[in-house]
């Protein structure tokens, strides 16, 4: 763990998230500043800057992650098109320097963002987190 990384501490549970599913070594959960509602991340328990200096067992159930929660936000959310991406480095968009790969519903004709541009209500974070957790594949 680092101690200044805000994913640290949401995987040590000192800083709150809408938690949407976990595995052995991945934790999924929503933006906090979404793109578009629906918005999660997945990140390692572990910290790692970004793909660099990240392990292949561990990105493995990262994206093992990925994919189970794609399969529940299609379920729950029924998007006209679900995008997946991840970023390394400052110059690549990167924002939060702990490893997370972006999953975002997306609207056929709608304008294509990466970052949101505001902070998203807690409680509707919550909610639709558990749509999402409630659609999970087992
Ligand atoms: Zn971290």
Redesign the pocket.
């Given at each position: 763990?680092?101690p200044e990384?805000?994913?640290?501490k949401i995987?040590a549970g000192q800083a709150p998230a809408a938690k949407v599913a976990e595995s052995e070594h991945a934790l999924a959960f929503m933006d906090l500043f979404p793109s578009v509602e629906g918005h999660t991340l997945i990140i390692p328990k572990r910290?790692?800057d970004d793909v660099f200096g990240a392990d292949d067992e561990t990105l493995a159930d990262v994206h093992r992650l990925v994919r189970r929660v794609a399969i529940a936000m299609d379920r729950a959310l029924a998007p006209d098109g679900l995008m997946m991406f991840q970023l390394n480095r400052a110059a690549a968009g990167q924002t939060v320097?702990?490893y997370h790969a972006h999953l975002v519903p997306r609207s056929a004709g709608s304008e294509l963002r990466i970052h949101g541009r505001g902070m998203a209500d807690a409680a509707a974070l919550a909610a639709i987190a558990a749509r999402i957790a409630a659609a999970m594949p087992d």
């Open positions: 763990m680092k990384c805000i994913f640290c995987v910290h790692y320097f702990h």
